[in-house]
């Protein structure tokens, strides 16, 4: 690993202590490096508070030094004025000379346009280091921003004899099938996601709350379908406790502050349909939590990224059998008696 390397992978470290908090922002890291050490650096924590660049350059204790400095951020410097003022205009002020970027941002308003005004202000500028590994960073920011959809995560707990439910059940609550560490897991990526989704039959079979409250962090906007209106108003989903999106056929339902309504049509275009009303409400990532039918209507409709499958150690013999997958397996961990896979989309 080179010093441009270094100190990149520096920034992507940083960049991920904002995973769950920045949406509908990317996630950002920034170093700044005079004579071979460390003299600032941040990350950004969320939208509409400063950027990594500006955190950094506010840790800097002697600001003498950035005119000799190189700052290292793991996406293009933005150009123009959001809910904060450019990231390039900061850099010129503080004349600040090297800028090391890891990769190109493709929201519109930048696209290249930071890295062309760094360089006609006469900055040396230098572009793509560590990039595979910082556009990993913003999948979910790149896949809204290039595929006009959130990145879509699926998640299923099956039996070892590949079942997600039994035939049966004594109550309405969930048949665990993974282990308590497992599930704190499932609640830390629901931290992580902008949205979570279910369909209706697990919400009626579940009566579950969508949230996080074996971990720490923010409730993900919580999507539920309900194509005829069969989910009761006293279940969790509707408390109004937690911004919800309630996909229906059903036309003549109103909105509250928290609880909103929106109509599609349930056919084979229903994916399609979903995306394109999440795309509207700024959702970058989706974690889809099933059930069954749900999960199999976005995996056949190519409609995924990303499939986290835990198989746990309990036997069903019968029951709803799990979802069917083709991707490629990334990454196997085992937690006490379950065993996570991690699969990615062939595209």
């Given at each position: 690993?080179?010093?441009?390397?270094?100190?990149?992978?520096?920034?992507?470290?940083?960049?991920?202590?904002?995973?769950?908090t920045?949406?509908?922002?990317?996630?950002v890291?920034?170093?700044?490096?005079?004579?071979?050490?460390i003299?600032?650096?941040?990350w950004?924590?969320k939208?509409?508070?400063?950027?990594?660049?500006?955190n950094?350059?506010?840790?800097v204790?002697?600001?003498?030094?950035?005119?000799?400095?190189?700052?290292?951020?793991?996406?293009?410097?933005?150009?123009?004025f959001?809910?904060?003022?450019?990231?390039?205009?900061?850099?010129?002020?503080?004349?600040?000379?090297?800028?090391?970027?890891g990769?190109i941002?493709?929201f519109?308003?930048?696209?290249?346009?930071?890295?062309?005004?760094?360089?006609?202000?006469?900055?040396?500028?230098?572009?793509?280091?560590?990039?595979?590994?910082?556009?990993?960073?913003n999948?979910?920011?790149?896949?809204?921003?290039?595929?006009?959809?959130?990145y879509?995560?699926?998640?299923?707990?099956?039996s070892?004899?590949?079942?997600?439910?039994?035939?049966?059940?004594?109550?309405?609550?969930?048949?665990?099938?993974?282990?308590?560490?497992?599930?704190?897991?499932?609640?830390?990526?629901?931290?992580?996601?902008?949205?979570?989704?279910?369909?209706?039959?697990?919400?009626?079979?579940d009566?579950?709350?969508?949230?996080?409250?074996?971990?720490?962090?923010?409730?993900?906007v919580?999507i539920?379908?309900?194509?005829?209106?069969?989910i009761?108003?006293?279940?969790?989903?509707?408390?109004g406790?937690?911004?919800?999106?309630?996909i229906?056929?059903?036309?003549?339902?109103k909105?509250?502050?928290?609880?909103?309504?929106?109509?599609?049509?349930?056919?084979?275009?229903?994916?399609?349909?979903?995306?394109?009303?999440?795309?509207?409400?700024?959702?970058?990532?989706?974690?889809?939590?099933?059930?069954?039918?749900?999960?199999?209507?976005?995996?056949?409709a190519?409609?995924?990224?990303?499939?986290?499958?835990?198989?746990?150690?309990?036997?069903?013999?019968?029951?709803?059998?799990?979802?069917?997958?083709?991707?490629?397996?990334?990454?196997?961990?085992?937690i006490?008696?379950?065993?996570?896979?991690?699969?990615?989309?062939?595209?």
């Amino acid at each position: 690993m080179n010093t441009h390397e270094f100190y990149m992978n520096r920034c992507v470290e940083l960049a991920k202590n904002g995973l769950g908090t920045t949406y509908t922002n990317p996630l950002v890291g920034s170093v700044i490096v005079y004579n071979n050490e460390i003299i600032g650096e941040g990350w950004h924590r969320k939208a509409g508070e400063p950027h990594a660049e500006v955190n950094a350059v506010n840790s800097v204790k002697d600001k003498s030094l950035l005119s000799k400095a190189t700052i290292y951020v793991s996406l293009e410097p933005c150009s123009h004025f959001g809910k904060t003022p450019p990231c390039c205009d900061l850099i010129i002020q503080h004349k600040i000379p090297n800028v090391v970027i890891g990769t190109i941002d493709p929201f519109a308003k930048v696209a290249g346009n930071g890295i062309k005004k760094l360089i006609e202000a006469g900055k040396n500028v230098t572009v793509g280091i560590l990039e595979d590994a910082c556009n990993e960073l913003n999948k979910r920011f790149f896949t809204f921003h290039q595929k006009k959809r959130p990145y879509i995560i699926l998640k299923w707990a099956e039996s070892s004899d590949g079942f997600i439910a039994p035939e049966t059940r004594a109550e309405q609550k969930p048949v665990w099938i993974s282990n308590v560490y497992s599930r704190q897991l499932v609640h830390k990526w629901r931290s992580e996601e902008q949205a979570i989704l279910v369909g209706t039959q697990t919400v009626i079979d579940d009566n579950p709350k969508l949230d996080v409250r074996n971990w720490t962090g923010t409730n993900p906007v919580r999507i539920v379908l309900d194509k005829s209106g069969r989910i009761p108003e006293d279940y969790f989903v509707k408390d109004g406790s937690v911004k919800t999106i309630i996909i229906t056929e059903n036309q003549n339902l109103k909105n509250s502050t928290s609880v909103f309504f929106e109509n599609c049509i349930f056919d084979n275009t229903l994916p399609f349909s979903i995306v394109s009303i999440l795309q509207q409400y700024d959702i970058q990532s989706l974690l889809i939590e099933g059930g069954k039918q749900t999960l199999q209507t976005f995996i056949d409709a190519g409609l995924w990224d990303e499939a986290r499958v835990f198989k746990g150690a309990v036997t069903l013999q019968s029951g709803t059998a799990a979802p069917f997958i083709t991707g490629t397996l990334q990454e196997k961990q085992t937690i006490l008696n379950d065993e996570l896979l991690i699969f990615t989309h062939n595209d």
